[in-house]
């Protein structure tokens, strides 16, 4: 069964470090979303992503991040100046269509760990 | 806005007794979808059910079985005859349609259940 994976399991990095968490959506998928959750808290929507350029944000999303697909099958995250407080676990999901019922699939996830 | 309440945020019982997990939501939208993720300690989440809002009937699979009631924005979770197994955290969700169109998914702040042997 087709799956989301994302790499690597546990990032551990300095405070003021870039960081970039990769993602490979299901194949034939067409919309993406990163997502995070703070230890203990609940997941929370960062940024969604179609045809090369962002559809939509929340607050969280500011100017420290950024997402890309580089190629026809990777979906980055980028965080370009860590702090503490980006450590956390970050999801990534595709789904195949927008808009209500189409399933987001999760992957596994990233932990992030801000030295 | 859309909101998505868990009010237990920790629950044990004993292994082979019922448990159920309450998810009560609140949005404006007239269609939504709501759902039920797993999270066990591994962290991954792992995806249970998906109701849509003009479907209220209950499901039921195999030990698991969901009720939603529309009339009181609820959308409760119980697990029959628990297992050790069972042990995660449990993330209640609405999907509901953003102003730019997308499906954006509202998270509870999650119900860790843990089952006792």
């Known amino acids: 069964e087709p799956e989301v994976t994302q790499t690597p399991s546990h990032q551990v990095t300095q405070m003021g470090q870039e960081v970039i968490l990769r993602c490979v959506p299901i194949?034939?998928?067409?919309?993406f979303y990163w997502y995070r959750q703070i230890l203990g808290q609940k997941v929370e929507f960062l940024v969604s992503?179609?045809?090369?350029?962002?559809?939509?944000k929340s607050e969280i999303f500011d100017d420290q991040f950024s997402v890309e697909r580089p190629d026809g099958s990777n979906f980055t995250l980028k965080i370009r100046s860590t702090k503490l407080e980006d450590s956390a676990m970050y999801f990534c999901?595709?789904?195949?269509?927008?808009?209500?019922?189409?399933?987001?699939?999760f992957g596994p996830g990233t932990r992030l760990t801000v030295l | 806005a859309q909101k998505v309440t868990q009010a237990q945020t920790e629950i044990s019982v004993v292994e082979k007794e019922d448990v159920t997990l309450d998810c009560v939501y609140e949005t404006r939208d007239t269609t939504y979808y709501l759902f039920w993720y797993k999270q066990p300690p591994s962290g991954e989440l792992v995806f249970l059910i998906r109701?849509?809002?003009?479907?209220?009937q209950n499901e039921i699979s195999g030990r698991y079985s969901w009720n939603f009631q529309k009339s009181t924005s609820s959308f409760n979770f119980t697990i029959t005859a628990s297992q050790v197994v069972d042990s995660a955290v449990y993330f209640c969700?609405?999907?509901?349609?953003?102003?730019?169109?997308?499906?954006?998914?509202?998270f509870g702040t999650g119900t860790r259940l843990t089952i006792i042997p």
């Open positions: 109701r849509n809002s003009f479907d209220e």
């Open positions: 969700a609405l999907g509901g349609i953003s102003n730019f169109g997308n499906e954006k998914l509202t």
């Open positions: 999901a595709s789904s195949e269509n927008r808009g209500l019922g189409n399933e987001q699939f």
């Open positions: 194949s034939n998928h067409l919309y």
């Open positions: 992503f179609y045809n090369n350029e962002i559809s939509e």
